[in-house]
């Protein structure tokens, strides 16, 4: 037998940055490498998205126990998948996904397929002494044989970095979810951190001079202030990067992260804003607002503006912004190539976000970035609101060549022990860093 074969499975119950259960996976490789994997959760989820299994046991972690999920790795799927080859990680992926049965990993959990992909992407990469990213890239290399135009060496991605939270990530004090920065002037990987930790600063001291009450973190670590507006948030963003002695547009510029599927009225197709007196807002209005933003502050990039299943709402927005500014499709692509494909045709979006577990195995991850650049599209690699310490993601950011990584703030260390991994790997990897996206 060959020493990159699956000997051994383990599966436990661990927990995330919320304190909620979440899938970890072990498989030993028969040489004895271990590699080792924690499934992340969302909060703000897309009812497209693959299922995330829980107990529903009311009687132990409030029912969000993942002990099935648990169970199902260590026997149905271990049973499966033990004695087969490390490197054969598409046949793997496939071999669960038929086990399954499901359109959405509903029977097995798409937390206990997850957690075997990307634990045996892992082995893998131990087993012949590679980087996680190398042998992420290899995978995508080898998904892409008939695509000329990807790129040959890895790459160091271009962080998005959430400033100000809202929505399901802050106790919605205001009704969109996220407020981020991108340090559009770095250089590399190491600077762009560094102007970010320069407005992180800033910014709380910005609120704290305004009064602002609550300047808490809310789940990715972004401040949590209680606002008037929602604009107000875009407001201090501004303050903190001037103060910061950066120049908005030139060093700096914003991302919203909108989630707007979360305060759509579904009685009336509208949007309706709480944080400013429950007014609603049609599609047509929303894009108003957008584009009104767009024109009054260095805004380069927009998620999930209008809800998931709002095709002809995104189209507006698209025609009116899509040659200015990135917008992005999370809970309306949900990481699914024939949703990114669709986005295409219809001329919805032109930037896909990118989440490991919206679809629920490496080898459908890595596809669907691919068929964002055969569309044309960026893509944003991005964490959830659940992470753990495991730094996977830093790894596929930069194995896939993602050009951006969404990963949260910069003040919790499941959040930090992404962007060290990133420093590391950019030791060996110099000058290989996304500038000029926007």
């Excluded at 044989?145 to 205001?174: C, E, F």
């Excluded at 993601?393 to 990133?422: M, W």
Aim: aromatic share 4%; with cysteine; proline share 3%.
């Amino acid at each position: 037998m060959s020493e990159n074969r699956i000997s051994k499975v383990r599966a436990r119950e661990v927990y995330d940055s919320r304190g909620r259960p979440t899938v970890e996976v072990e498989i030993r490789a028969s040489a004895g490498v271990v590699g080792r994997a924690i499934v992340p959760s969302g909060a703000s989820t897309g009812r497209h998205e693959a299922l995330e299994l829980r107990d529903l046991d009311s009687t132990r972690v409030g029912g969000l126990g993942v002990s099935k999920a648990v169970a199902n790795v260590e026997r149905e799927l271990a049973e499966a998948i033990r004695g087969r080859a490390l490197e054969d990680q598409v046949g793997l992926d496939r071999l669960m996904i038929e086990l399954d049965g499901t359109s959405n990993k509903s029977r097995l959990g798409a937390n206990a397929i997850l957690g075997i992909s990307m634990a045996a992407a892992d082995a893998a990469a131990k087993s012949t002494g590679k980087e996680l990213h190398q042998r992420i890239h290899e995978i995508w290399h080898d998904l892409a044989s008939d695509d000329p135009g990807v790129p040959l060496d890895p790459l160091l991605p271009m962080p998005m970095v959430n400033l100000i939270s809202g929505g399901l990530h802050a106790g919605r004090k205001l009704d969109f979810q996220d407020f981020l920065m991108i340090p559009i002037g770095a250089t590399s990987f190491r600077a762009a951190l560094e102007m970010t930790l320069d407005v992180y600063r800033s910014l709380g001291a910005v609120l704290r001079d305004a009064g602002d009450e609550g300047v808490l973190v809310g789940d990715e670590g972004g401040f949590g202030p209680r606002l008037v507006s929602n604009e107000q948030a875009l407001e201090r963003c501004l303050v903190a990067v001037e103060r910061a002695g950066l120049r908005p547009g030139v060093d700096v510029a914003f991302a919203l992260d909108v989630a707007a599927t979360h305060f759509l009225d579904t009685d009336t197709g509208c949007y309706r804003l709480n944080s400013e007196g429950g007014s609603l807002l049609e599609p047509e209005e929303m894009v108003d607002r957008l584009v009104d933003w767009v024109d009054r502050y260095p805004i380069v990039s927009i998620e999930d503006g209008l809800a998931e299943d709002d095709w002809s709402g995104w189209r507006i927005l698209t025609d009116r912004l899509g040659g200015r500014v990135q917008l992005v499709g999370d809970d309306l692509f949900v990481t699914r190539s024939d949703r990114i494909a669709r986005g295409a045709r219809e001329g919805t979006a032109n930037a896909a976000l990118i989440k490991l577990n919206q679809v629920g195995t490496l080898t459908e991850t890595l596809q669907a970035v691919l068929e964002a650049r055969r569309c044309g599209f960026r893509t944003v690699i991005s964490a959830r609101s659940g992470e753990t310490e495991d730094t996977f993601l830093a790894d596929l950011a930069v194995g896939c060549c993602g050009g951006q990584i969404k990963v949260g703030s910069v003040a919790r260390s499941e959040r930090l022990a992404k962007y060290n991994r990133l420093l590391r790997i950019a030791e060996h990897l110099p000058g290989a860093f996304a500038v000029g996206l926007f």
